[in-house]
């Protein structure tokens, strides 16, 4: 059996209780030998705060080896017949699997990284792998019927997209994603809010005053530039290559308690 060593998985997924992890990285365990696999738990029905971590951990790959698998379902939508429908694309050698209702992949589209989407169907590729004789008759009713698509179908489309097999999919172009909000997508431990914004969409200039739907905040380039206690605009440590967001902190506080901050609030 072959052992993908120097591979890495990353999910990120809004089922991450402790039940649910473990089952989705042990499947995976099971399908990648070897691979090393961590869990990013996003908030449920925040599809934004989803696409952010996907660009960060498509940063922190650098495009090498690895599979990031990426489930944010707004279930209580009813515009697809059985769920928001999986899509993949390539970034270099790093595959991505994810769902592509709300703003998903809104990032990706932001930054250019894929020009489209290979749109699958969970039934039609079931149907084609029993076909092929590759899966069981029990296997293509559980992945045509299951209730938990990112535990039974992703990792084996995953699986089978990396042993470049033969996935029936349709061609979903990257404008059809809506572009993201200028919203924030993260608010991290330190109560820092991680925005969608580039420092050139809002002309960021060191010492500049920028009003937003939040307050006005003064600009620095780095946070050990801010006076303790001051609230500002900082850039941050998250993006992809040389484009990285926009932050709210305050020196020393949580800005997210100050200003009542959560993800997918407005800020401009």
Known sequence: MIR????????????HDDNTSGRQQTRLATLFPGAAITMVGITNYREIEAAGNMIDMLDASSGNEGVILVNSAPRHKKKWPNGTPF??????????????????????????LAKEIMLTDVTTVADSFLQK???????RDQLAT?????????????RWLMNKEDIT???????????????????????????????????FTPGKRIQTKIGEF?????LRDVAVGEAALIVG???????????????????SDKYHLETGMEIL
């Open 4 to 15: 993908f060593i120097l591979m890495f998985i990353t999910i990120i997924n809004d089922c």
């Open 87 to 112: 899509g993949y694309f390539w970034y270099k050698k790093t595959l991505v699997v994810a769902t592509i209702d709300g703003y998903c992949l809104s990032l990706v589209k932001k930054f250019r």
């Open 133 to 139: 004789g590759k899966i069981t008759k029990e296997l």
């Open 146 to 158: 299951t209730q938990f698509r990112s535990f039974d179908y992703m990792p084996r489309l995953a």
């Open 169 to 203: 999919h349709e061609i979903y172009p990257i404008e059809s994603i809506p572009d993201a909000p200028k919203t924030i997508w993260l608010i991290d431990n330190f109560g820092n809010a991680k925005t969608t914004l580039l420092p050139k969409e809002i002309s």
């Open 218 to 222: 003064t600009c620095y380039t780095q």
């Open 237 to 255: 440590s998250s993006g992809i290559n040389s484009n990285r967001f926009v932050e709210i902190i305050i020196m020393g506080e949580k800005a």
